[in-house]
C-alpha cells in the first residue's frame, strides 16, 4: 500500500507531500492547478521517460519519493531480498532527474536500474489514464485483459514454454538442413585435415622435446666448446684446475687434523666434494667424447618442426593446441556423419513440443472461453449502470489450433459491442464513439481490477465526459473496489470525489512571478466547501454547500 508521496522542484511544485492510507482518496482541484502531476510522479517512479522539462524553472534537479508498506506482497518482499535491498516491511522509491536530462533512481536508498525500477513498480501498482481507453482498441491488449482476471497463469507459462521449445527445435532443423548441401565437402575437408594432423606426433611432450633437441643440434658448437672449458677447469693440466687443487688441499688438512681432530670433520666434507667433483668430469668428459652430429638427423628435425608450425599458423593455435585442435575436428567430423540422427531427434523434440503446445493451448483455449462469457456478462452488465442500457458487450475467442506455436497460445480476442438495443456486437475498434469508449473502458476496468496482487490502483480522470448519474454509479463502484484495494483517484466530479474515504485539494498560486502548487487534506469542512465548488463553480452558496452536504451524507 502506498504510504506516502512526494515530490520536490517538479513541473510547478515546489515541494508537496501526500499521506495516505487505505480505500478511495480523492484528488481534486480546478483546471490546470496541477492535481495530475501526482500521478505524473507516480509513472515516473515506475521508469517512464525523464528529461529536464520536468524540473521546476531554476531549479537544478526535480526528486519525487514514494514509500510503500510491503505487508502482504509477499513477491515484492522476495524480490527485493533477492537484489539485496531489502528493507523489512518498507519499500522506498526514489528518482532525481537532472538539468542535463538524465536520471538516477534509487530503492531503499540503493542505486538500481530503471529495469529494476520498472518491475519493482509493476508490483506496487497500476495507473489507469484516459490513454489507456485508445489501447482497448488493440487485439493485444484486448487478450491481455482476458487473461488477467481469468485465473490460467500457469496454463498460459506452459503453452509459452512449449511454443519456445518448438521454436528452438524448429530453428535448429532448419540450420541443420541448410548445412547439409554443403556437407559432403565439409566432410571431405575435415577428413583431409584430420589425416594431415594424424601424420604428427602432435603430444605436447613429444613436441617440447623435438624443440630441445633442435637446440642441441643447432648449438653443438658451442656447447661443445663450453663443455670441454668446463671440463679443463675441473681436472685440467691448469694449475688452477680445481680437483688438483682440492687434492692438496685434502693432504694438507689431514696432516693438520692430526694435530688437531676438530678439523677432522672438515676434511670428510671435502673429501665427499671431491667424489662430486671426479664424476661432474667424468659426465663432462662423456659429453665431450660425443659423436660429431648428423647433419640428416638435423634437417629431419627442422623438416619435422617446421611441418608442425605450419599446421599451428593454418589452424591458428600454438604448437601445445594442435592434439586438442585434432580432437575438436574429429568431433566436428562426428557431428556431420551423426547429422542424420540429430534431425531425427530434432524432429522428434519439436513434434512433442507441438503435441504439448496443442494440448496446453486447448486447456487455455476452454479458459479463455468460459472467462470470455464471465467478462461479457459483467461488462454488460456495469454499461447500464454507466448509462448504456441495453449495450452488450461480448468477448469473441477465436481459436486456430493448426497454427504455428506462439506464446499466447491459439487464440485471437476481439471485444464486440452494441451500444444499442436490437444492433448486433460489431468489432469495439469499429463501432465505439469516445464517449461510449470511455465508459466501456470503465466498466472493464471495474470489472476486471482486483483480481491480481497489486494493492495500490491509480486513476487519472478517467471520468471525463461522464456526469449525472453516471458520476455517481461510477463513484460508488470506486469505493466499492476501495474495500479490496487502495484506491488514488484524480477526479473533476463532485459524485465520485464524494464516495472518498479521504480527500485532498490541489490549489495554485502565483506570487513573486512564480506559479506554486499546494495540496491540502481536507477535513469535513473543507470537504464540502470543495464538493460545492465542483458544484457551483466560482459562486458557492448555501446551496451548494446543501447539495455538497447530501452528496456527502449519502456516500457516507
Not at 473543507?526 to 447530501?550: F, N, P, Q, V
Request: with cysteine.
Amino acid at each position: 500500500m502506498l504510504r506516502r508521496l512526494l515530490a520536490r522542484d517538479f513541473a510547478i511544485i515546489e515541494a508537496a507531500e501526500i499521506e495516505l492510507g487505505p480505500g478511495l482518496t480523492a484528488l481534486t482541484g480546478e483546471t490546470g492547478a496541477g492535481k495530475s502531476l501526482m500521478v505524473d510522479a507516480l509513472l515516473l517512479l515506475s521508469g517512464s521517460r525523464a528529461d529536464a522539462g520536468v524540473i521546476r524553472h531554476g531549479c537544478a534537479r526535480a526528486e519525487v519519493a514514494a514509500e510503500f508498506d510491503l505487508a502482504g506482497n509477499a513477491p515484492i518482499r522476495a524480490r527485493l531480498a533477492e537484489l539485496e535491498i531489502d528493507d523489512g516491511d518498507l519499500c522506498r522509491m526514489r528518482r532525481v532527474v537532472r538539468a542535463d536530462g538524465t536520471s538516477r533512481a534509487f530503492v531503499n536508498d540503493r542505486p538500481v536500474t530503471l529495469a529494476t525500477l520498472r518491475e519493482i513498480a509493476a508490483g506496487l501498482y497500476e495507473i489507469h489514464g484516459q490513454h489507456e481507453h485508445q489501447a482497448l482498441l488493440q487485439r493485444g491488449r484486448q487478450l491481455a485483459i482476458l487473461d488477467a482476471g481469468a485465473g490460467h497463469d500457469a496454463d498460459r507459462a506452459e503453452v509459452a514454454t512449449h511454443a519456445r521449445r518448438w521454436r528452438e527445435a524448429s530453428a535448429a532443423i532448419t540450420a541443420l538442413d541448410a548445412r547439409s548441401g554443403r556437407a559432403g565437402e565439409a566432410v571431405g575437408f575435415l577428413d583431409f585435415q584430420i589425416e594431415e594432423l594424424a601424420r604428427m606426433d602432435l603430444d605436447p611432450t613429444a613436441i617440447a622435446a623435438l624443440e630441445d633437441e633442435h637446440r642441441r643440434l643447432a648449438h653443438h658448437g658451442e656447447l661443445a666448446a663450453l663443455v670441454a672449458r668446463a671440463a679443463e677447469a675441473l681436472d685440467g693440466e691448469s694449475p688452477q684446475a680445481v680437483r688438483p687443487v682440492l687434492v692438496r688441499t685434502i693432504g694438507e688438512l689431514e696432516r693438520a687434523a692430526e694435530l688437531d681432530p676438530r678439523i677432522g670433520p672438515t676434511c670428510t666434507l671435502l673429501r665427499e666434494a671431491l667424489v662430486a667433483i671426479e664424476e661432474a668430469g667424468e659426465a663432462l668428459a662423456r659429453q665431450r667424447d660425443l659423436d660429431e652430429p648428423d647433419p640428416e638427423r638435423m634437417a629431419r628435425v627442422e623438416r619435422e618442426l617446421a611441418r608442425l608450425h605450419d599446421l599451428a599458423r593454418k589452424h591458428r593455435v600454438p604448437l601445445a593446441g594442435l592434439a586438442a585442435r585434432a580432437a575438436e575436428l574429429a568431433r566436428e567430423r562426428e557431428a556431420l556423419a551423426d547429422a542424420d540422427a540429430r534431425r531425427e531427434a530434432l524432429a522428434a523434440e519439436r513434434d512433442a513440443a507441438l503435441r504439448q503446445w496443442q494440448a496446453g493451448a486447448a486447456r487455455l483455449s476452454a479458459s479463455r472461453t468460459a472467462a470470455a462469457a464471465r467478462l461479457g456478462e459483467a461488462v454488460t452488465a456495469l454499461m447500464a449502470e454507466l448509462g448504456m442500457a441495453g449495450g452488450r458487450f461480448v468477448v469473441e475467442v477465436s481459436t486456430d489450433p493448426a497454427r504455428d506455436p506462439t506464446p499466447d497460445g491459439a487464440d485471437q480476442v476481439e471485444f464486440l459491442v452494441s451500444a444499442n438495443p436490437g444492433q448486433p456486437p460489431r468489432p469495439l475498434r469499429k463501432v465505439a464513439s469516445g464517449g461510449e469508449l470511455s465508459r466501456i473502458g470503465l466498466a472493464l476496468e471495474v470489472a476486471a481490477l482486483g483480481s491480481d496482487d497489486v494493492a495500490t490502483m491509480v486513476f487519472d480522470e478517467v471520468d471525463a465526459g461522464i456526469g449525472g448519474a453516471v458520476a455517481e454509479v461510477l463513484g460508488r463502484k470506486l469505493r466499492e473496489l476501495g474495500a479490496i484495494r487502495q484506491v488514488l483517484c484524480v477526479t473533476h466530479l463532485a459524485p465520485v470525489a464524494a464516495q472518498a474515504h479521504r480527500h485532498f485539494a490541489v490549489r495554485k498560486q502565483v506570487a513573486d512571478g512564480a506559479t506554486r502548487m499546494s495540496i491540502e487534506a481536507l477535513d469535513a469542512r473543507g470537504r464540502r466547501d470543495e464538493i460545492a465548488r465542483m458544484l457551483g463553480g466560482l459562486t458557492i452558496t448555501e446551496r451548494t454547500r446543501a447539495l455538497a452536504d447530501d452528496m456527502l451524507e449519502k456516500a457516507g
